[in-house]
């Protein structure tokens, strides 16, 4: 908070308040004011141009400050802890609040109102209205208060009412943006000229009809001077009626036609009364009636068709704002990311009369959303700036990020880690199936070259100094009559022998399954019985050594 050396109500406060956004007039900037428009305060803001102050006005005033004074040292003593008038702006030095009281710690403000029933109401119920807490609520933001005692009295205690208000979750940042967006509203304000209510012009009334008769054909009438007297009021008249007044004068002349219609008919029936026939009067007074009655039912409908078109041309100038307002948000993001934000522009014209309170209405709409769409962008651009820098090497991951990108931005990053993390494990996962495939297959595909022939024919195998050549059949059939008696073949304590004799440090040692296997192959015998040759020759082998 930066505290401003100014008297409060003097020039040079006036003038600081004139280069902030002020406190006092967040309500109207917010479109929640009773007694300020927001195209008002534009206006305002934007022209520098007050409105004189009355005498009466002015009493008020003083009769507020008065009350305020009063009301102090009785909230003081409420509190606990003194208070003292300051003005002050926020540390950006953007936003202005002048304090009615702040204690000297800077944890409370004091702003108090005149005496007012209803605003005593809201009080004693502890719900005001946005009228008075987007004041309370930029006096929270500007001076960091954790509080603000809000009273309404007349300076006494009879009459002295009070509540707390603390800063609500959502609202600083709700105001911030009104303003911002009123900041940039006020850089393209366009002066529209503002006239008080339209009334209609006085209009000459048609001269008074009579139509007299006497006997039984003389008339004695001025059906000649009301007529062209009609008929050059029905010329004047402004048959495309686009502003306040132009609509209002419209309407009189409606009434005036109703009038000269009801005249007409009226002295018509006076004269009917007093003679039987006369043709020539009958005549123009129905000429003269059908003319104020067709022009009338004309204005009727036209007043009726030109402000139920200016309406709608109000309200499809909002539409359009808004809708190139969005446009410009998505042109920033990059690609059309902006959901729909409903805007209810012909919901806030409903019992709007004048053409100035149309446009208020509809302004003060358009700011509303563009507020709230501008927050909308806000947060899908810190979204992508997240996506970008969590998942730039995962984009394909997210091909729905024009959904996830409106979602908070903490649930967003949750998702994004949530989502990439649980890639890697599957990409892990994959990558280790494939690494225990391909190991299988160079296994089975090592066996396969290490294993040889099942059989052959004829089958040699030679180990060490012993060469057995033949079938497996013919070999056994060669055994000599000592080796018979023996479970072995002949041959095989030879082979025992040879095979027992090889390093175990030769690179070319067979394995067990292929000795197994040799033996098998060359005497026809199944693996089962060569390993148990195999097994007995090995054993003598040691018993001889």
């Given at each position: 908070m930066n505290i401003i050396d100014v008297v409060q109500g003097s020039p040079e406060w006036f003038a600081v308040r004139a280069k902030h956004f002020c406190a006092s007039e967040a309500p109207a900037m917010m479109g929640a004011s009773k007694y300020q428009t927001r195209n008002d305060l534009l206006r305002l803001k934007a022209t520098g141009i007050t409105e004189d102050v009355d005498p009466a006005k002015q009493a008020l005033y003083d009769a507020g400050h008065a009350t305020e004074a009063a009301a102090r040292p009785l909230v003081e003593a409420i509190i606990g802890d003194e208070l003292y008038p300051v003005t002050a702006?926020?540390?950006?030095?953007?936003?202005l609040a002048s304090f009615d009281g702040v204690t000297m710690d800077g944890t409370t403000g004091f702003e108090h109102k005149l005496w007012n029933e209803d605003v005593a109401a809201q009080i004693r119920a502890g719900d005001i209205d946005p009228m008075y807490y987007?004041?309370?609520?930029?006096?929270?933001?500007?001076?960091?208060?954790?509080r603000v005692i809000f009273v309404c009295s007349d300076g006494t205690p009879d009459r002295l009412v009070h509540?707390?208000?603390?800063?609500?979750?959502?609202?600083?940042?709700?105001?911030?943006?009104?303003?911002?967006?009123?900041?940039?509203?006020?850089?393209?304000?366009?002066?529209?000229?503002?006239?008080?209510?339209?009334?209609?012009?006085?209009?000459?009334?048609?001269?008074?009809l009579s139509i007299q008769v006497q006997g039984s054909i003389t008339l004695i009438d001025n059906l000649a001077l009301f007529g062209e007297r009609l008929t050059a009021f029905i010329a004047g008249l402004d048959k495309n009626p686009s502003t306040d007044q132009a609509f209002a004068d419209c309407e009189a002349a409606v009434k005036m036609l109703q009038t000269a219609q009801t005249s007409l008919e009226a002295a018509e029936a006076s004269a009917l009364a007093q003679t039987a026939s006369i043709d020539e009067m009958r005549r123009t007074v129905v000429l003269y009636v059908g003319q104020a009655r067709q022009t009338r039912l004309m204005l009727e409908k036209l007043v009726k068709v030109r402000k139920d078109t200016i309406r709608i041309e109000i309200v499809q100038a909002g539409k359009g704002a808004f809708t190139e307002h969005v446009a410009g948000l998505n042109k920033r993001l990059g690609k059309e990311y902006m959901p729909?934000?409903?805007?209810?522009?012909?919901?806030?014209?409903?019992?709007?009369?004048?053409?100035?309170?149309?446009?208020?209405?509809?302004?003060?709409?358009?700011?509303?959303?563009?507020?709230?769409?501008?927050?909308?962008?806000?947060r899908i651009q810190i979204n992508l700036d997240t996506l970008r820098e969590l998942a730039k090497d995962h984009a394909f991951l997210f091909s729905d990020a024009a959904t996830i990108v409106l979602k908070a931005n903490d649930d967003l990053t949750a998702l994004v880690k949530m989502r990439i993390s649980e890639h890697a494990a599957a990409e892990a996962t994959r990558l280790e199936r494939e690494k225990a495939e391909r190991k299988a297959k160079e296994e089975a595909a090592r066996k396969t070259q290490e294993q040889p022939a099942a059989a052959q024919t004829p089958?040699?195998?030679?180990?060490?100094?012993?060469?057995?050549?033949?079938?497996?059949?013919?070999a056994v059939a060669q055994k000599p009559e000592a080796d018979l008696a023996d479970s072995r073949p002949a041959g095989m304590r030879a082979l025992g022998a040879s095979l027992g004799a090889v390093s175990p440090?030769?690179?070319?040692?067979?394995?067990?399954?292929?000795?197994i296997d040799a033996v098998a192959g060359t005497f026809g015998a199944s693996r089962e019985t060569a390993a148990g040759w195999l097994e007995i020759e090995f054993q003598q082998e040691r018993v001889v050594a």
């Amino acid at each position: 908070m930066n505290i401003i050396d100014v008297v409060q109500g003097s020039p040079e406060w006036f003038a600081v308040r004139a280069k902030h956004f002020c406190a006092s007039e967040a309500p109207a900037m917010m479109g929640a004011s009773k007694y300020q428009t927001r195209n008002d305060l534009l206006r305002l803001k934007a022209t520098g141009i007050t409105e004189d102050v009355d005498p009466a006005k002015q009493a008020l005033y003083d009769a507020g400050h008065a009350t305020e004074a009063a009301a102090r040292p009785l909230v003081e003593a409420i509190i606990g802890d003194e208070l003292y008038p300051v003005t002050a702006t926020d540390d950006d030095d953007y936003l202005l609040a002048s304090f009615d009281g702040v204690t000297m710690d800077g944890t409370t403000g004091f702003e108090h109102k005149l005496w007012n029933e209803d605003v005593a109401a809201q009080i004693r119920a502890g719900d005001i209205d946005p009228m008075y807490y987007w004041q309370l609520e930029q006096h929270c933001s500007v001076g960091n208060l954790e509080r603000v005692i809000f009273v309404c009295s007349d300076g006494t205690p009879d009459r002295l009412v009070h509540m707390e208000y603390r800063p609500i979750a959502g609202r600083a940042e709700r105001l911030l943006a009104g303003w911002q967006q009123f900041e940039r509203d006020l850089s393209d304000y366009q002066h529209v000229e503002v006239l008080p209510a339209a009334t209609a012009a006085p209009i000459m009334a048609l001269p008074a009809l009579s139509i007299q008769v006497q006997g039984s054909i003389t008339l004695i009438d001025n059906l000649a001077l009301f007529g062209e007297r009609l008929t050059a009021f029905i010329a004047g008249l402004d048959k495309n009626p686009s502003t306040d007044q132009a609509f209002a004068d419209c309407e009189a002349a409606v009434k005036m036609l109703q009038t000269a219609q009801t005249s007409l008919e009226a002295a018509e029936a006076s004269a009917l009364a007093q003679t039987a026939s006369i043709d020539e009067m009958r005549r123009t007074v129905v000429l003269y009636v059908g003319q104020a009655r067709q022009t009338r039912l004309m204005l009727e409908k036209l007043v009726k068709v030109r402000k139920d078109t200016i309406r709608i041309e109000i309200v499809q100038a909002g539409k359009g704002a808004f809708t190139e307002h969005v446009a410009g948000l998505n042109k920033r993001l990059g690609k059309e990311y902006m959901p729909t934000v409903p805007a209810d522009f012909a919901g806030v014209i409903k019992g709007k009369r004048t053409i100035a309170s149309l446009r208020d209405a509809v302004d003060t709409e358009l700011a509303r959303v563009k507020i709230e769409s501008n927050a909308i962008a806000d947060r899908i651009q810190i979204n992508l700036d997240t996506l970008r820098e969590l998942a730039k090497d995962h984009a394909f991951l997210f091909s729905d990020a024009a959904t996830i990108v409106l979602k908070a931005n903490d649930d967003l990053t949750a998702l994004v880690k949530m989502r990439i993390s649980e890639h890697a494990a599957a990409e892990a996962t994959r990558l280790e199936r494939e690494k225990a495939e391909r190991k299988a297959k160079e296994e089975a595909a090592r066996k396969t070259q290490e294993q040889p022939a099942a059989a052959q024919t004829p089958t040699t195998a030679r180990l060490g100094q012993v060469e057995l050549t033949g079938s497996p059949a013919s070999a056994v059939a060669q055994k000599p009559e000592a080796d018979l008696a023996d479970s072995r073949p002949a041959g095989m304590r030879a082979l025992g022998a040879s095979l027992g004799a090889v390093s175990p440090a030769t690179n070319n040692r067979p394995t067990r399954v292929q000795i197994i296997d040799a033996v098998a192959g060359t005497f026809g015998a199944s693996r089962e019985t060569a390993a148990g040759w195999l097994e007995i020759e090995f054993q003598q082998e040691r018993v001889v050594a």
